[in-house]
């Protein structure tokens, strides 16, 4: 019977003492995406990164027009040359594509880490703005919109958030 009375004992000191818990943090989410494409900045930096996309694919071009000539010059002169300056001329060539593939993947590798500057110095610009818009409106969680399943359209601050950042980075 004591056992069975220290038990109930136990039972009613948890269930009074467990009280509900309220979060008050506010979260907010925001579409990153819409805003380097929708920001001033975002669009500036968005261009330069664009002209030198294109800077590279017209180098690249240039290279495999190159490569396209030299490879028909070949084939004109098949006939003609002995099978050993043919071979010769095969394997200049062989090298001129393994330094066009070495050259490409440098490129490639080159825009990606510029590209992934640009846009890291873009969200560095605009964090001390957000910081504020956060700090002004109680919010202490931000999440990227593509990482919510579901939320209120009212805790998605990014069209304000797009005016306080032209407003403010003049750029």
Known sequence: MKIITKFLYVIIFFTINISQSFSYDKVAFINLELMIENTNYGKTVLLIIDKENEKNIK?????????????????QKKNILSNEQYNKEIV?????????????????????NFRNDKIKEYFIEINPVIQD??????????????????????????????????ENIKK
């Open 59 to 75: 180098k690249l071009s240039d290279y495999e027009i190159e490569l396209k000539s030299i490879e028909d010059s070949i084939k």
């Open 133 to 166: 818009y956060m700090k002004k409106n109680s919010i202490s969680i931000l999440l990227e919109q593509k990482n919510v399943f579901m939320g209120k359209t009212e805790t998605n601050i990014t069209s304000d958030l797009i005016k306080i950042i032209n």
């Open 92 to 112: 200049l060539l062989k090298n001129k594509i393994s330094a066009y593939k070495k050259q490409k993947d440098d490129i490639v590798n080159n825009f990606t």
